[in-house]
């Protein structure tokens, strides 16, 4: 199958990728001595791994490190996977092939809770989502962007929710009002990388991802716990193991069913790559490592039928994104955290039917996710939630609005619905005229990682509040 996919053509250009060629998570200070495990695979695929399809999932970590502090576990220890077969000889006769990587790995007696992360990318207007529709303030602020009437959902006498998450509204949300770093800047690549590093001041950050360092601490010894989903990997992901990964098309795992000698011997030999060897370097352990649990989650991959679930969805790349979270999910395979994106926010322009759209995009897709989840009867062990970088300024300049700090964020599955934490003043703004976030970043991941995952906050963040009580219905 050669499926991938589907184009938007209304869907921007990853601004990622546009904003700033050296833009990427910070690299490791001894990345002049460690490779990476995602150039270890990067090197692989010229060759025969590269054919066998190592790279249609790419790992995203750092290299091993030990130093203390949240997030940084030591180093990874080397698998000791078996290799399913011999690597030398003649090509295996067919009624011989080793089993696929994907029958010999173990599974769970329930179900266990996943986080699902949804990055709007750009910046996400606050006040053009949560609407604080009965204030004169943002009237006088914003004199054509201010949302009609009949564009918005009363929430109650003076908050109302765009008609453009309806869907996802009548499904059920909890809204949590004046997210944001206090202090925080207006640069999007530094507002970015703290919120993938999971850290809220400007220096020192993190060498890992926050959703790395959760899934560090989530490892089962599956193939993957957390996976990135989209054209590119997320710096939220680099990992002190190897435990995450990047998919940019599952169909590219179809040679790892083949059943034929040519394909036998591919699987074994990059099965014995992968095998442990007293004489390793830590640098090659974790390659190793991470190559055996590439090869074994190309096994689960190759059961998804990639045409058949694209058809359920929304033909959007946000669409195609929750169509493989779903088949992921439903696979029991060990991954906890997924990581999707979405974009771009940054409506400096046009910012009426740009936002409309982007939003209407997200309500569509994510209704069809959850609506799947339901059908899977998973609704209750899978927490979905939003995250952007910043908000925008209160005040419209010409047909958008500049970047900000405070915003808003969605959270849906088992949560208590309505709105949650105090909205911030468009009154007292802050120096720079912009909102003054009254929800952080950390309360925020705090309670999603505590609160819904069970891991303590003060292994993630360097400053780690309580978790926010009544947001999950936990």
Request: net charge negative; glycine share 10%.
């Amino acid at each position: 199958m050669t499926s991938s996919p589907p184009e938007d053509p209304q869907q921007p250009e990853d601004p990622q990728q546009s904003k700033d060629p050296q833009h990427g998570a910070p690299e490791p200070a001894n990345e002049s001595t460690h490779h990476t495990r995602r150039r270890f695979l990067t090197f692989l695929a010229g060759g025969a791994a590269g054919a066998a399809g190592a790279g249609a999932i790419y790992a995203q970590n750092s290299s091993p490190s030990t130093s203390s502090g949240p997030g940084r576990t030591g180093q990874a220890s080397p698998s000791g996977t078996e290799a399913p077969g011999s690597t030398s000889g003649a090509p295996a006769a067919p009624n011989t092939l080793p089993a696929s990587p994907a029958s010999t790995l173990p599974t769970f007696s329930g179900p266990l809770r996943t986080l699902v992360v949804i990055e709007l990318n750009g910046g996400n207007d606050g006040l053009a989502t949560l609407v604080p529709y009965s204030n004169d303030r943002l009237a006088a602020l914003r004199p054509t962007l201010m949302p009609k009437p009949e564009a918005i959902i009363a929430i109650d006498d003076d908050f109302g929710i765009t008609t453009s998450l309806k869907q996802n509204w009548e499904q059920g949300l909890a809204l949590v009002q004046g997210i944001g770093i206090p202090g925080g800047s207006g640069s999007h690549f530094e507002m970015e990388r703290r919120w993938w590093s999971g850290t809220s001041t400007g220096s020192d950050l993190a060498t890992t991802g926050f959703l790395g360092r959760l899934c560090d601490e989530l490892d089962q010894g599956q193939p993957i716990t957390g996976l990135s989903l989209g054209t590119r990997r997320s710096p939220a992901m680099l990992s002190a193991k190897p435990v995450t990964a990047g998919l940019t098309n599952p169909s590219v795992s179809w040679w790892v069913n083949q059943q034929n000698a040519w394909f036998s011997n591919l699987r074994t030999g990059i099965a014995g790559l992968s095998n442990a060897s007293s004489a390793d370097s830590p640098t090659v352990s974790v390659a190793r490592e991470g190559l055996g649990s590439a090869l074994d989650f190309a096994g689960v991959l190759s059961n998804v039928d990639v045409k058949d679930i694209t058809a359920r969805y929304p033909k959007t790349a946000l669409g195609w994104q929750f169509a493989i979270a779903a088949e992921v999910i439903s696979a029991d395979a060990g991954v906890r955290v997924i990581h999707v994106t979405h974009g771009n926010f940054d409506t400096h322009d046009s910012q009426s039917g740009t936002h409309e759209h982007l939003l209407g995009r997200l309500d569509e897709a994510l209704a069809y996710f959850r609506a799947d989840l339901a059908e899977k009867g998973r609704t209750d062990d899978v927490l979905i939630a939003t995250t952007s970088e910043f908000g925008r300024r209160p005040q419209q300049s010409g047909t958008g609005t500049d970047h900000g700090s405070a915003s808003m964020a969605l959270l849906a599955g088992p949560v208590n619905n309505g709105r949650f934490g105090e909205h911030p003043s468009l009154k007292n703004l802050d120096e720079n005229d912009n909102l003054v976030p009254t929800f952080t970043m950390d309360e925020y991941y705090a309670t999603i990682a505590e609160g819904w995952l069970g891991v303590p906050a003060s292994t993630l963040l360097t400053n780690a509040p309580p978790v926010v009580p009544g947001l999950l219905a936990t």
